[in-house]
């Protein structure tokens, strides 16, 4: 869905989108239905304050334990948008000022809501994906799941190299 700088009227526009035809199923697994409410506001001509909410509910395998668990998502963004007509998307190089850092400047003036919207799905995910805080995850020997059981394989020290750092004094 795009909409042009144009198009948004002075009070704005809000979109409560129910299809998924956006969502990056080729990165995520979703376990339940997406919802997202997007709030564009025109900020003088050529920028566009982009608010956004999504919610659904993610499948992932633990990276400890493997087992497979779900994650609700419930997360809200917020974008600067600008139009750099021509002239403002110079290579050249200039020290970037804090108001630029949040900026995403726009080869033309449309926002691409479910372009957005994907990447900012993306972004959410957490990069670790644990069942819990707590996950004791797979013993290294017999490949028991820790959560599950205790296993009897002996959890034999390993020398480490800096071990000998120990007996240095300070």
């Keep these: ?7 948004i009227p002075d009070e704005g526009l809000r979109f409560e989108i129910k299809d998924e035809s956006w969502f990056p199923d080729h990165e995520l697994q979703r376990s339940g239905p997406v ?5 564009l506001k025109r900020n003088g001509v050529d920028r566009v304050l982009l608010e956004g909410k999504i919610k659904t509910t993610l499948a992932f395998d633990c990276d400890r334990c493997l ?3 779900s994650m609700e998502l419930d997360s809200s ?8 007509a021509g002239n403002r998307l110079d290579t050249a ?3 970037v ?3 630029e850092m949040d900026m995403i400047y726009l080869e033309e003036p449309v926002v691409d809501v479910f372009e957005i919207l994907s990447q900012q799905i993306v972004l959410m995910v957490p990069g670790k994906h644990l069942c819990s805080e707590s996950c004791k995850g797979l013993c290294p020997r017999c490949g028991a799941n820790l ?4 296993c009897d394989c002996k959890q034999e020290l390993k020398s480490s190299p800096f071990a000998i750092l120990k007996k240095v004094q300070p």
């Design 97 to 99: 000022s804090p108001a």
């Design 93 to 95: 190089e200039h020290e």
């Design 147 to 150: 959560n599950e059981e205790a």
């Design 77 to 84: 963004f917020k974008l600067d948008l600008e139009y750099a």
């Design 1 to 7: 869905m795009k909409v042009r700088f144009g198009e």
């Design 67 to 69: 087992e497979n668990y």
């Design 35 to 39: 919802l997202a409410i997007v709030v």
